[in-house]
Structure formats: C-alpha cells, structure tokens
C-alpha cells in the first residue's frame, strides 16, 4: 500500500525536524567544547611557574627545630641556624624569636621582658652577630 500524500507530508516534516534537532544538538555541543577550552588549559601546557605551585608537600617534627618564647611554639627549618641559635643565651635567643619569628616590636618585647627599648635593641644586634659568627666558623 502506498503512503498518501498528506502521510509523505507528514514523514517529510518529522524528518526535517530530527535533522534541525539533530544539527542544533551538534552546534551547541561545538560551542560548549569551544567555551569550555577557553577556560581550561591541559596540564602539559601550563608554566612551569605555575605548576610548582600545586600541590602540598608533608612537613614531619623531624624537618624543622621547636624552640618556645612566651608559651608559642617557633619552628626553624635551616639545621645551621637552628644549631646557631641554640647557642645563644636565653635572654637574646627570645629577643630574637620574638623579633624575627612573631614580628614583635622593640618596644614590645622591652615590655614584656622588663628592659629598656636600647637594651632589647642592642641584645638583637649583638645576638645578631652572634649568630654571622658562629654560621661564618660553620663554613669554614
């Protein structure tokens, strides 16, 4: 039996549709991909500069020495400065943490210790060569 003419219509118009459908799904599909690579960058094709970046690396006790002034706990990564700064007195050894490691004034750390702002100075000072000392005999 042959289809009639308003049947062959029909079937002409669906076919007609599916193939818009079809061509509209393909074009949004190329447009998503092509919004999507203007965002992303592989990473084979980024900076070196920006790969060393990402990522974490583990830190462990055994990495860094502990040293404690006013009940905070300091890490020191460098062994050479860790093992010059053992070497100091108390008194300059917390001067120098509190002025280098948590970023204390010499006008707070006389307050805290009871000393005149000089003193504190010239303690970080001497404490200071101290250490250029003891790093420069290390060296050699």
Do not use: W
């Not at 459908?21 to 592989?42: C, F, G, M, N, W």
């Amino acid at each position: 039996m042959k289809p009639s003419s308003f049947q062959n219509a029909i079937r002409l118009q669906f076919d007609c549709l599916a193939k818009r459908i079809v061509d509209t799904t393909v074009k949004d599909y190329q447009r998503e991909l092509s919004r999507h690579a203007a965002h992303v960058t592989p990473f084979s094709e980024l900076p070196e500069q920006a790969l060393s970046g990402i990522g974490t690396t583990d830190e462990y006790d055994s990495d860094y020495s502990c040293f404690e002034v006013l009940g905070m706990k300091v890490k020191v990564n460098n062994e050479q400065l860790a093992e010059a700064l053992k070497q100091l007195p108390e008194k300059k050894l917390d001067i120098l943490l509190m002025f280098y490691f948590l970023e204390m004034s010499d006008a707070e750390i006389a307050d805290l210790l009871q000393i005149d702002r000089t003193t504190s100075f010239r303690n970080r000072r001497k404490s200071l060569e101290e250490i250029k000392k003891i790093l420069q005999e290390d060296e050699l």
